[in-house]
């Protein structure tokens, strides 16, 4: 998978962007979703390429959701073939929380939809932003006590500079999907 097959240009809002496509599994177990793509992904062609992103990856791959890369390279081959894809809320690249609410709103509407009409069972949201897209709230590390549209759960990693005991504590209450 080289970065061209991610990156895709589409149209956000009435404005054309290059941003990472997103990637749905024929039969997902689950979907990692992101708040909005960085530009430094953007550029690499890969989901999740800060510092934290990968972090976050490699915790997510410790639990067995997804493999980790053999090659230390990109999580997306492997977790495609595991059934998990990616997505994010806001199609627009952007460094930090720098979305507007709007821009939220909307991305939200289409990505529960498209949820749904797949039946995921399963949202990994590696930050605290996505689930506040997604729920309205924050919550807490661990499985949130709201479903979306359809029974899917939704699962916030912990903190990417969380504790060790604590992200051993969250990580194993998360139950892979068959």
């Known amino acids: ?25 024929e039969r997902p177990r689950a979907m990692v979703v992101g708040l909005h793509p960085v530009p430094c992904s953007v550029e690499a062609g890969h989901y999740f390429q800060g510092q934290v992103g990968q972090r976050q990856l490699r915790r997510l791959a ?26 994010n809320v806001v199609r627009r690249p952007a460094s930090g929380a720098a979305v507007s609410p709007d821009e939220v709103a909307h991305g939200r509407e289409v990505l529960l939809e498209q949820l749904a009409e797949r039946a995921v069972p399963l ?3 590696l930050t605290r932003l996505p689930v506040k897209a997604l729920l309205g709230r924050e919550g807490r590390p661990g499985y949130q006590a709201e479903e979306l549209p359809g ?7 912990p903190g990417p500079f969380a504790p060790q005991d604590e992200v051993a ?3 194993a209450g998360l139950e892979v999907p068959d």
């Open 151 to 157: 029974g899917t759960r939704v699962f916030r990693m």
């Open 123 to 125: 949202v990994v949201c």
């Open 62 to 87: 410790s639990t067995g959701l997804l493999p980790a890369p053999d090659d230390g390279t990109f999580f997306e081959p492997g977790a495609l073939a595991a059934g998990v894809g990616f997505a």
């Open 1 to 25: 998978m080289t970065a061209d097959d991610l990156r895709t240009t589409v149209d956000w809002r009435g404005t054309s962007v290059l941003t990472l496509a997103d990637l749905w599994p």
């Open 169 to 171: 504590d969250v990580l």
